[in-house]
């Protein structure tokens, strides 16, 4: 069967192409009776506009991009609900790209799909940055610290995380530190355990004692069934706990708790946990995790009205950090 177009509309409703053109875009040119005849006449052949015909023209697509390489988890459903809010408020759509390759960014922001990009791939190569710093498209980017005319960043302060947290656990006395890692190359797995190890190295020597040595290291991939079982094998392999574990984020946190305590190891008592993000169900737990808020629910907002001041405002790119804070519950205590 042959799609419908916009001339087949116009000759069954008995009016010119611009008649439905304009009923199509609800203008106020036309009579009301007029537009609702016109619209009953394309409800009735089926008739779907061709959007991308229309974007070539207007060069305007009233949508914004949010490539990423995975939707997994807490963080990256309130990212994606929060950009579609607030998204909603300037009149645009979002439109979500699950990737894995640069390719499928500059395809789809080259080729004008989209208004304007958020972006958090970690495998983005300087080639690709460099194309789309050359095609002018607003470009928000939240896993790199990189801006320009039109491209801007909105990133954790993610060193002062794991300072945040190393810092914390000396003052309860912990010597013996585990970091649970999140995703290689990923920005905010590399700035936390940079953090974490810095403020390690420069932790003050107590008179008559020693520096405290590296922490050990695990990968937890930001997940908690990821986490879980490195930590399974951690122990199963005749490893000692630690005193205590810094993860990258909550949810390999809660993954650490659960192989401890299968392991028969309490937390707090045995093993102090604190965890990053301050998902929902850190305070629902038992014993209530202690964590470093990122404030990750507020990193959308600010990407689409960093993006819409690039569009509608013509403002430079700019890069704005988001401060956390340390929130204490009951999954640290002091060391014996």
Known sequence: MNKVTIKDVAREAGVSISTVSNALNNSDLLLP?????????????????????????S???RAIGLFVSALRGSYYGVLADTMHIECQKYGYELYIYIINNCRSITDNILGRRVDGAVILYEDITDGTLA????????????????????????????????EIAA??????????????AGVPRNYDSVERQRGFFRAIEAAPV???????PPPRLIEGLFERGAAFRE?????NEGNKPPDAIFASNDLSAIGCIEALRD????????????????????????????????????QGVIAVELL???????????????????????SCRVRP
């Open 131 to 162: 194309r789309l710093a050359k095609s002018g498209c607003p470009v928000v980017f939240l896993d790199r610290e990189y801006e320009g005319a039109a491209i801007s960043s909105i990133v954790f302060d993610s060193f002062h995380v794991g």
């Open 308 to 330: 819409m001041g690039m569009l509608k405002g013509g403002r430079r790119g700019l890069t704005q950090k988001i401060e956390s804070r340390l929130i204490i519950r009951d």
């Open 263 to 298: 392991a028969g190891i309490r937390v707090p008592e045995d093993v102090s946990v604190i965890g990053c993000d301050d998902i929902d169900i850190c305070e629902l737990l038992r014993p209530p995790m202690t964590t470093v808020r990122t404030r990750f629910e507020s």
């Open 206 to 212: 107590p008179p008559h004692g020693e520096p405290i």
């Open 33 to 57: 009776a007029t537009r609702e005849h016109v619209l009953k006449v394309a409800e009735r052949l089926n008739y779907t506009p061709d959007h991308n015909g229309q974007n070539l023209r």
């Open 231 to 235: 930590m399974k094998r951690y122990l």
């Open 167 to 180: 810092n914390y656990l000396i003052s309860l006395g912990h010597r013996d530190l585990m970091h649970v």
């Open 59 to 61: 060069k305007k697509t």
